[in-house]
Nanobody, 115 residues
C-alpha cells in the first residue's frame, strides 16, 4: 500500500504561482507514473500532468507552458510548479501514483485562484 500526502495548496491571485508537493510513503523509483489530477466543483477529475519512470512529462493542453512537473526519486517526492495561475485552475488537486498494476491517490489539496 502506498500513501501519498499533498501539500502546498492555498489561495492565490490570478497571475500568481504555487508549488504543490506530494510525498510518497515508499520509494518511487519503480513507479510507472506519478502525477497530478484536479477536480473542480461539478466537473470530472482531469489529468493535469504526469511524469513517467523515464522522466517523460505529459501535460493537459490547458496548463502546458504554465505548469511544470518534476520528480525527485531520492526524496520520494513529486512536485507541480504552477505559474500564471488563472481562475479556471481553481480545483482540488490530487497526487497519484501508478505502480504494480495499481493506482494510489492522495487526499487532495485545494487551490483557489481569485482576486
Amino acid at each position: 500500500q502506498v500513501q501519498l500526502v499533498e501539500s502546498g495548496g492555498g489561495l492565490v491571485q490570478p497571475g500568481g504561482s504555487l508549488r504543490l508537493s506530494c510525498a510518497a510513503s515508499t520509494s518511487i523509483v519503480n513507479f510507472n507514473f506519478m502525477g497530478w489530477y484536479r477536480q473542480a466543483p461539478g466537473k470530472q477529475r482531469e489529468l493535469v500532468a504526469r511524469m513517467s519512470i523515464v522522466d517523460v512529462a505529459n501535460y493537459a493542453d490547458s496548463v502546458r507552458g504554465r505548469f511544470t512537473i518534476s520528480r525527485d526519486n531520492a526524496k520520494n517526492m513529486v512536485y507541480l510548479q504552477m505559474n500564471s495561475l488563472k481562475p479556471e485552475d481553481t480545483a482540488n488537486y490530487y497526487c497519484y501514483a501508478d505502480f504494480n498494476w495499481s493506482v494510489f491517490w492522495g487526499q487532495g489539496t485545494q487551490v483557489t485562484v481569485s482576486s
